[in-house]
T-cell receptor, first 112, second 115 residues
Framework: RKEVEQDPGPFNVPEGATVAFNCTYS??????FFWYRQDCRKEPKLLMS???SGNEDGRFTAQLNRASQYISLLIRDSKLSDSATYLC?????????????FGQGTTLQVKP | EPEVTQTPSHQVTQMGQEVILRCVPI?????FYWYRQILGQKVEFLVS????????KSEIFDDQFSVERPDGSNFTLKIRSTKLEDSAMYFC?????????????FGPGTRLLVL
């Protein structure tokens, strides 16, 4: 079983749509959770950290359910510039220095 | 904003040759990482490095791989005898442990093609 699983998509949505991505992780020792964004042939860039209480950053909302080992990302009012691959990432190990474990990524294509 | 830089951006090499991939982490960062991404696949952890020592390495990071911080600013990944399956994008990342900056910052990557 993959340690971090995501639906690869692609998700094709019109501008202005709301889209949700889901992710599950298998290792209950995972300590920290993130969503990264990766544009084609570019490096992963941090979109947002995910906290147990849920957190929001503008049009983006992330949720974490530790009991279900489930992470989600909601994007409201999609823009063309949101087109990218969204990577669900967990960090294992003590402290903040542990390795990052990446999901396969979910591809989003926002169309005019 | 400070950035992680990597050189070269692209490298083509023959199977069996040695390659050295270079990274300049953000200057006040203390923890360094290499990841790789084979085309069409997920990003995979290779190795982490702190205080001039390997902290952790993955199964991928076998005896053909080594890392070094030769001069206090560069962080290098060496592949001693490249194989076809080493073809991938290699990302360097660095981490500072500041109160509100607990995540790894990635460089733009080196695309390695082994022929």
């Amino acid at each position: 079983r993959k340690e971090v699983e995501q639906d690869p998509g692609p998700f094709n949505v019109p501008e202005g749509a709301t889209v949700a991505f889901n992710c599950t992780y298998s290792n209950s020792a995972s300590q920290s959770f993130f969503w990264y964004r990766q544009d084609c042939r570019k490096e992963p860039k941090l979109l947002m950290s995910v906290y147990s209480s849920g957190n929001e950053d503008g049009r983006f909302t992330a949720q974490l359910n530790r009991a279900s080992q489930y992470i989600s990302l909601l994007i409201r009012d999609s823009k063309l510039s949101d087109s990218a691959t969204y990577l669900c990432v967990v960090r294992r190990g003590s402290g903040n220095t542990g390795k990052l474990i990446f999901g396969q990524g979910t591809t989003l294509q926002v169309k005019p | 904003e400070p950035e992680v830089t990597q050189t070269p951006s692209h490298q083509v090499t023959q199977m069996g040759q040695e390659v050295i991939l270079r990274c300049v982490p953000i200057s006040n960062h203390l923890y360094f990482y290499w990841y790789r991404q084979i085309l069409g696949q997920k990003v995979e952890f290779l190795v982490s490095f702190y205080n001039n020592e390997i902290s952790e390495k993955s199964e991928i990071f076998d005896d053909q791989f080594s890392v070094e911080r030769p001069d206090g600013s560069n962080f290098t990944l060496k592949i001693r005898s490249t194989k076809l399956e080493d073809s991938a994008m290699y990302f360097c990342a660095s981490l500072a442990l500041l109160a509100n900056k607990e995540t790894q910052y990635f460089g733009p990557g080196t695309r390695l093609l082994v022929l």
